[in-house]
């Protein structure tokens, strides 16, 4: 399964954060985040699965793994580098909470929080 995503990889993220744009691909064995900085975690190696509200604006799936945490979204559309704006994406909530249902299902011994 393939979803349009903003991501994020650090240890927190607020809405001035400067995200990047990418797709996520969901393998038999692993998360694959593939953008501007590909990223790819095996599911063994998730230690948490966090589904939150960023300042109630959309939901955020929060996924903590043995080197670090990443941020990401599903997106219904983007527009990066506007003048006197920055970025400025619509998050898909329903897709999102899709996604964080089916990272749910792959990584039993995660620690889920919705």
Do not use: W
Request: glycine share 8%; aromatic share 10%.
């Amino acid at each position: 399964m393939n979803y349009k995503i903003i991501y994020y990889q650090g240890d927190s993220i607020d809405s001035s954060t400067e995200v990047k744009s990418g797709s996520c691909i969901l393998a038999d064995t692993e998360l694959q985040i593939v953008g501007d900085e590909s990223i790819s975690v095996e599911f063994a190696n998730l230690i948490g699965i966090d589904l939150v509200r960023l300042h109630g604006l959309g939901r955020v799936i929060r996924i903590r793994h043995e080197d670090g945490i990443i941020f990401l979204s599903v997106i219904r559309f983007k527009l990066f580098r506007l003048p006197l704006i920055g970025q400025f994406a619509t998050i898909n909530f329903f897709r999102t909470g899709q996604l964080f249902s089916i990272l749910q299902s792959k990584v039993p011994n995660a620690t889920i929080v919705s």
